[in-house]
C-alpha cells in the first residue's frame, strides 16, 4: 500500500442543471480513492453508517482499494445536499454529518507506515490527529475549503506547516493569505515543509507553484459538465496516486501529476455521483491525456 | 506596410488601485500599433483632434509606425475616462467620441492593399466599410466588444462572416453565442471565413479555438498590474503583428503568436498608458517569452 487517503464517505443528494440524484456515494475520501487507485496501491480511511451498503463496498474494492480502514458504526453516513445552478458553484442545501460527527482516525500499524497520504478536506484537528500518526518521513498531500480557513484558522496553519503539498482554490488562497493577486499569495504561503502549492482554479485550470517552479494547466475541455461534486477530490487524488506511483517530487514528476490530476477530474464532471471514476480505465485515460498535451504544447 | 490596424485614438484618464493618470495616449490602435510594431512594420489609421501633439505623433513614429493614416480634424480626441476598482473590469465613468464621432475611415491605394488589416473594437458599420474597401484576399482580423453585441448584432454577425480571426472575452462570445459553455460556443460560432477564434479570459489567459485546432495559453504571471487598459488590444496588436511576420496561418504560427501576444499584453500592464509598450525591446521580450514557455512545458 502505497497512498492511504482520508476524508469524508458519504452519500449526496446532488441537483445540477443535468438531472438530479439521491443517496449517491461520495465524500472526500471516496473520490480521491477511485481516482488515484488508477495509478498507485491505495487504501482509504473513514467513518460510516450501517447504510453504507456491499454495493458501495464492491466499487471501492473492485478498484483495487483496500478498504479496511473503513469504519463501520451504528447510524447513518455523512449526508451531504447541494445544487448547482451555476456549475462552478455548489449551493450546499444541507450537511447532515451524522456518524462522522464522532469520527476520530485511527491508524493501524501498517497505515502509519504508508510512505504517501493525502489529508482530503474535513476538520483541520482530525487532519493534525492524522499528522501525529503518521510516520515523519511521509509525503503529505491536503486539501481543504473556506469553511476551515473561517471557522479554525489556526488548527489550518498548524496543519500547513507540517504537510508537503497543498491543494487549494483560487479564492480560498486569497482568503487564506488576505492577498488578492495569487502569485504574492502564493510566495507568501510558501515556506517551512511545504515545498508545492496546486492552485485549483475550477473551470481556468490549476497551477503548480513551487520554490523554483511555476507550472500551469488549462482545464481539459468538456462540453457537457454533468456534475462538478468530486473535482478538487479527484484531482487531488490522481495527484497523489501519480507522484506516490513515480515515488519522487521532482518538477517532472509534479507536472506530469498535474496533466493526469487534470484528467481524472475531467471524467469525473462527466457523469453523477462516481459513475465514470469508476468505469475509467486505461489506455483510455492515456488518449485523453496525450490530447490534452497537444493543446498545451507548441 | 505589411499591417494596417484601425480603431480608435484616444486620450484615456484612468485611475487604478495603484494611481491615477489624466489625458493619457491610449486607444485601441494606438496600444494594437505599438505592440504590432515590435514584429512587423506597421500603420495606423484613425482621427485625432489637434489636441493630439507632436509628442503623441512621436511615440508612434520613434516605434516605426506609419502615422499617415491619422487624419487630424479641428476639435478635441475620443476621451474615454475609466476607473478598476477590480483589476479584472474597466467601469467606464464618461466616453466623449468628440472627433470620432463623423470619423469615417478612408483607405488610401497603398493601405487598400496591406496584406494584413486588424479591425479594433469600433463601431461594426466602420468595421464594415473597411472590409469594403480592403483587397478580398488580406487576412482580416477583428475585435469587438459586449457594446457592439447589444446595440449592432446583424451588423457585427455581418463583419464577423468576413473575417479570418475573431478575439473575442469569454463572456462576450457566451453573449454573441447565446452558449454558457465557450467550447460549444466557439463551435457555433466558427463557420464560413472565420478560420480561428481567439477567446481571451482576462487573468485566466487565452485560447485559440480553430477547425482542428485548441491551445491554451495562460498569462504570464504579473504581481503588480498597473493599469490594465489596452491589455486587449497589445494582445490582439502582437499576435496580428507576429502572424503578418510569419505570412502564413498555419497552426504552428498562431500558437507562437498566442505566446507573443501574451507577452506584450504583460508588458502593457504593468505601467499605465503605452509606457511599457513604448519602453520594451528585444531581446527582453524574447527573454520573457522564454520564461513563459518553461511555464507550459513539460
Known amino acids: 500500500m502505497k497512498l492511504l487517503n482520508i476524508g469524508s464517505i458519504a452519500f449526496d443528494d446532488v441537483k445540477t442543471p443535468y438531472g438530479e440524484i439521491k443517496l449517491a456515494m461520495g465524500g472526500s475520501a471516496v473520490y480521491a480513492s477511485l481516482s488515484s487507485s488508477k495509478f498507485v496501491s491505495t ?3 473513514g467513518v460510516v453508517g450501517n447504510d453504507f451498503s456491499e454495493e458501495n463496498f464492491a466499487i471501492l474494492k473492485r478498484n483495487g482499494i483496500d478498504t479496511s480502514g473503513i469504519e463501520v458504526v451504528s447510524g447513518d453516513s455523512f449526508h ?11 449551493e450546499t442545501i444541507k450537511t447532515d454529518l451524522n456518524v462522522f460527527a464522532d469520527f ?4 493501524s500499524e501498517n497505515q502509519k507506515k504508508c510512505p504517501y497520504v493525502f489529508l482530503g478536506n474535513i476538520d483541520p484537528i482530525l487532519q493534525k490527529s492524522v499528522l501525529e500518526q503518521i510516520n515523519n518521513d511521509a509525503i503529505v498531500g491536503c486539501d481543504t475549503m473556506n469553511y476551515w480557513i473561517m471557522s479554525k484558522r489556526r488548527d489550518l496553519e498548524n496543519v500547513i506547516n507540517n504537510i508537503d503539498l497543498l491543494f487549494i482554490n483560487e479564492d480560498e488562497l486569497k482568503m487564506l493569505t488576505e492577498q ?6 502564493a510566495e507568501n504561503i510558501l515556506k517551512g515543509r511545504l515545498k508545492y502549492l496546486i492552485i485549483k482554479r475550477g473551470e481556468y485550470g490549476s497551477i503548480l507553484y513551487g520554490k523554483d517552479l511555476l ?5 481539459y475541455p468538456i462540453k457537457e459538465v454533468i456534475d ?16 506516490a506511483k513515480m515515488d519522487n517530487l521532482n518538477s517532472e514528476t509534479m507536472k ?18 462516481v459513475n465514470e471514476l469508476d468505469r475509467v480505465q486505461y489506455p483510455e485515460i492515456d488518449r485523453r491525456h496525450s490530447e490534452l498535451l497537444r493543446m498545451i504544447i507548441l
Open 215 to 219: 507550472f500551469f494547466v488549462p482545464v
Open 80 to 90: 451531504w445536499s447541494g445544487v448547482y445552478n451555476d456549475l462552478n458553484r455548489a
Open 104 to 107: 476520530n482516525p485511527r491508524l
Open 256 to 273: 506530469k501529476a498535474m496533466l493526469y490530476a487534470t484528467i481524472l477530474a475531467s471524467y469525473n464532471i462527466q457523469s453523477f455521483s
Open 228 to 243: 462538478p461534486t468530486g473535482a478538487g477530490d479527484s484531482f487531488a487524488g490522481a495527484f497523489m496516486g501519480y507522484i
Open 180 to 185: 488578492s493577486n495569487i502569485f504574492q499569495a
Open 43 to 45: 487504501a482509504i480511511l
